[in-house]
């Protein structure tokens, strides 16, 4: 790539002693990520920290409900996960006034709504728009396609989030459905509702 | 006109039945450790799980191709050897192989089994690949990426077995097999152990005050990219870096592209390749979904003597960029 730096390079040492620089900054020809710059939006909101508990109140039931169900109909995924089902993720669906902490241990779940500013010490976070989220546990939507497109990121122990990914994408058929369906009618009507405002979004079709 | 055929990955059962089902003329899956080039974790199959995933395709009238494409270490030649003695219980249809001393195992041992020379073992020439045909009784051979169609085309002519190419994803540095970068940073390696990069030695840190993000491998930044920059994988091959001659930084070795050849496909089967393959068994569902039915589509169109009709799947590639590499042309890089 011709395509010169826009700022300083930070220097780092390299394994054989030799100095290995790298450069950082935006480079000519790359593509905008229209999803930059949006995280976090609902943590600036007056009043904000009441909102997320509250929030957390109300969705927790079905939080509950929904993890069980899950770990029940899909108890492969548990085998993929190896030693990080101990592990603490923090799944943080950026437009929603709360994060979501997962513990996949078939033998202690947890899957709680918790605020921002009160989630515990996790072992990695994702992060990323809530339908993005949605569609990358259904798989479908492509987990190193979003991260490409800087719309996912994550920080923390990688290892523990391509655990994650590659056990949730073994998965057949549809969580966020068999989520939708302990609801009945009006959670298939939402979540298909969803889908379409979300496909819309991003084919313009 | 050659056959065609599509080789699509698969790195679990669910992404093994997803290309099935998407046209996969075969599937080329690992199991779940060194014997294979993608041994990433939460990746591959249980022995369980590829007996079921074996039954699955056959009944589909889908191949299913078992990489055994690393080198064993010293003394450590039992994994392959199991490995393979499962694969051939089983009932696969083919290995993928790189060493000289697996292939030759397979060869005595399981001589029933097809036997496929990976792009692992960088045989690029006639007279290479001709020693793997007359010696392990070799009946395919993955090309590397570095050759031209016409190259191809002059390789066919001399050779007694099939031709692979890839045709779409990951397109690694350009002697294959012999890459010891991730083994320079992180004591493990890419050829011996399956692993480019592991993911338990990569971080990602993002800087919230800017929106930048550095990419990590074994504690050494390898690239830094902007808050709207397109990223690409946490190899080194595709780190960005500067030097005395380019102060500005650059990407060294390559960059985060993907290779993409649907434009190239009719010249490929003219040049007498037999089979298309697709990278990716680190990828998901969805890329898989996607990318067979894409050349499903377009091999199918192609066999039938339509024009082919390709779809866009930028979307899906490393920094959302593509190249034809040196099948297009040896001035690439």
């Given at each position: 790539m011709k395509g010169k730096a826009s700022s300083v390079a930070q220097p780092i040492a390299g394994a054989d002693g030799n100095r290995v620089d790298l450069q950082h900054g935006r480079t000519p020809g790359n593509h905008e990520n229209?999803?930059?710059?949006?995280?976090?939006?609902?943590?600036?909101?007056?009043?904000h920290r009441g909102l997320a508990r509250i929030a957390c109140t109300m969705v927790q039931p079905l939080l509950t409900r929904t993890v069980r169900k899950i770990a029940r109909n899909h108890t492969s995924l548990f085998a993929r996960l190896g030693p990080y089902r101990e592990a603490d993720f923090l799944i943080d669906p950026v437009e929603l006034p709360f994060a979501l902490h997962l513990r996949p241990d078939p033998d202690n779940l947890t899957f709680c709504a918790v605020p921002r500013d009160a989630a515990p010490p996790v072992t990695a976070t994702i992060q990323g728009p809530f339908m993005l989220l949605l569609q990358l546990i259904d798989a479908d939507e492509d987990g190193d396609a979003a991260f490409f497109s800087r719309a996912l990121t994550i920080t923390g122990d990688t290892e523990a989030v391509v655990r994650l990914r590659n056990a949730l994408d073994d998965v057949d058929g549809s969580i966020a459905e068999e989520t939708a369906g302990l609801f009945g009618r009006p959670g298939q009507a939402i979540l298909k509702r969803l889908r379409r405002s979300y496909h819309t979004e991003n084919t313009g079709i | 006109m050659s056959l065609a055929e599509l080789i699509c990955p698969a790195g679990t059962p669910a992404a093994l039945r997803t290309a099935v089902d998407a046209g996969a003329d075969a599937v080329y899956c690992g199991v779940q450790d060194a014997t294979n080039a993608r041994n990433f974790p939460g990746l591959n199959f249980t022995v369980e799980e590829l007996t079921e995933a074996v039954a699955y395709a056959h009944t589909h009238g889908t191949k299913v191709l078992l990489a055994l494409n690393t080198y064993p270490p010293a003394g450590k030649v039992d994994l392959w050897r199991q490995a393979a003695d499962t694969g051939a219980r089983i009932g696969v249809d083919a290995f993928i192989v790189a060493d000289m001393g697996v292939a030759d195992y397979i060869a005595r041992t399981h001589p029933q089994v097809r036997l496929h020379l990976s792009v692992?073992?960088?045989?690029?020439?006639p007279e290479a690949i001709r020693y793997y045909c007359e010696n392990f009784g070799v009946k395919r051979v993955v090309l590397p990426r570095i050759l031209t169609i016409p190259e191809i085309r002059e390789i066919r002519k001399e050779i007694p077995c099939e031709i692979e190419t890839f045709i779409f994803g990951n397109h690694g540095l350009m002697v294959e097999g012999r890459c010891s970068l991730t083994n320079y940073l992180t004591g493990q390696s890419t050829n011996m152990d399956g692993v480019c990069s592991p993911a338990s030695d990569v971080e990602y840190i993002r800087d919230?005050?800017?929106g930048e993000m550095s990419s990590c491998l074994g504690g050494f930044t390898i690239d830094r990219f902007g808050p709207q920059e397109m990223a690409g994988y946490p190899t080194i091959c595709k780190g960005r870096y500067t030097a005395p001659h380019r102060p500005e930084g650059y990407y060294a070795f390559e960059e985060p592209v993907s290779l993409n050849l649907s434009r190239l496909l009719p010249e490929l089967i003219g040049a007498g390749v037999h089979a298309f393959k697709i990278e990716?068994?680190?990828?998901s569902k969805s890329y898989v979904r996607n990318v067979v039915r894409a050349f499903r589509q377009a091999v199918d169109d192609i066999r039938a003597g339509r024009e082919a009709n390709i779809a866009d799947l930028v979307a899906l590639t490393e920094g959302q960029k593509q190249t034809m590499g040196a099948f297009e042309t040896k001035k690439w890089r």
């Open positions: 229209p999803m930059a710059g949006s995280a976090g939006w609902a943590s600036r909101l007056p009043g | 692992q073992a960088a045989a690029s020439s919230e005050a800017t990716g068994r680190q990828r």
